[in-house]
């Protein structure tokens, strides 16, 4: 049997109400910067970056980094999950887990929630490193957990998919299953939470709207073919990308499509950003998209030189994001253009971390690369 053991002002972006939970909401650092994985990051950004240091991991860094605490929060191939600090890239603490971890950090009031491709979702002391629990899934963890705030019993719930074909939901406390939901294929992704809905893509071609209390599945919309990143959640309107060559909005109080937006060529691994107006989206035709939020209108895009797999961190008027061609690049939001770029020279799947003015991103040539505000 499966699955048993054990908001913002700045620039005007994006002001959306607070969800259940809010205290939880204010107390974490999650690599999507809440609940609705909404991609845009509180406070501002500088004109230009210097780089101010890098920490070697011993193999490919694909995770997003999470920045909390004036420390970087980020997991390697080589297994393990590592805590730096912010000014030096010092290293922390380092925790060895069974496999690979591409799973973003979810770091939560004192905690860091992670899950690794050994099939565990780990419970870490955010201070030491310290394993609390850990949580046994039938399968590799990719994406990275979410969280939700029960009314009753009042309770911190962890949420997180697995390639088991299964949604998880374990008490934050102990680790214990409070619900599981299987699903027709492997779930790659994060679960976006709005309220009391989760709501998750999945390789079966899916978008699962689950009740957050009781892991019930309330609707399901066909996305057309499999969902590899993870959704954006505002409310009753949910924005995803399946691998095809299309993006969606979907109604999850109709549960209708709102509008379907056809991309020749473009393919979607990474997650979108989602600002008051606007989607951005990296796809593998080398190419970030800027849609229009209220209809999917191509507004502008980008031609990076490689695929865009780092999922695009909207922040101050701007955009960040990696490609594989080995450059972070920094783009207005409002045309498109170019602002700042740096060659790391190794590809950049993982997204970027944005935290007071500073970037933080992870390369598959093994290291994380931390950028200073340049004076």
């Not at 997991?75 to 999950?81: A, E, F, L, M, N």
């Not at 599981?180 to 709207?209: F, I, K, M, S, W």
């Not at 994001?321 to 020279?345: H, K, M, N, P």
């Amino acid at each position: 049997m499966r699955g048993r053991t054990l908001v913002l002002s700045a620039a005007g972006l994006l002001l959306l109400a607070r969800p259940a939970g809010a205290a939880a909401a204010e107390a974490a650092a999650a690599w999507r910067y809440g609940q609705g994985l909404h991609g845009v990051a509180p406070g501002t950004l500088p004109a230009a970056w210097k780089l101010s240091w890098t920490f070697k991991t011993g193999d490919a860094v694909k995770a997003p980094a999470v920045i909390a605490n004036g420390r970087v929060f980020v997991g390697s191939d080589d297994g393990q999950v590592y805590a730096l600090d912010l000014a030096t890239g010092g290293k922390g603490w380092a925790f060895k887990t069974g496999d690979a971890v591409e799973a973003a950090p979810l770091v939560l009031d004192g905690v860091v929630y992670i899950g690794s491709a050994d099939g565990w979702l780990y419970a870490l002391d955010a201070a030491t490193g310290a394993l609390k629990w850990k949580y046994r899934t039938d399968d590799k963890i990719m994406g990275a957990a979410n969280w939700y705030r029960s009314a009753a019993p009042p309770a911190l719930r962890i949420i997180v998919g697995s390639y088991d074909y299964r949604v998880h939901c374990v008490d934050a406390a102990t680790g214990r299953v409070v619900w599981t939901l299987e699903t027709g294929n492997y779930v790659n992704g994060t679960p976006a939470v709005a309220g009391d809905r989760v709501v998750v893509g999945g390789c079966d071609g899916q978008l699962h709207v689950i009740a957050a209390a009781t892991g019930k599945e309330t609707a399901a919309v066909d996305a057309g073919t499999y969902i590899a990143g993870s959704p954006a959640l505002d409310g009753d309107c949910a924005y995803c990308a399946p691998v095809g060559e299309e993006a969606l909005a979907v109604n999850l109080a109709t549960d209708k499509v709102l509008w379907r937006r056809r991309l020749p060529g473009a393919e979607f691994y990474s997650a979108p950003a989602l600002t008051a107006n606007d989607v951005l989206l990296g796809a593998r035709d080398k190419r970030l998209y800027c849609l229009a939020r209220a209809t999917g209108a191509v507004r502008w895009t980008f031609a990076a030189r490689d695929a865009v797999d780092s999922a695009p961190v909207v922040c101050d008027g701007k955009v960040v994001f990696g490609a594989d061609d080995g450059r972070l690049y920094v783009l207005s939001l409002a045309t498109g253009r170019r602002l700042w770029s740096y060659e790391i020279g190794r590809e950049l799947t993982a997204a970027p971390a944005v935290a007071g003015g500073w970037l933080v991103i992870g390369s598959q040539d093994g290291a994380v690369y931390a950028f200073a505000p340049k004076k």
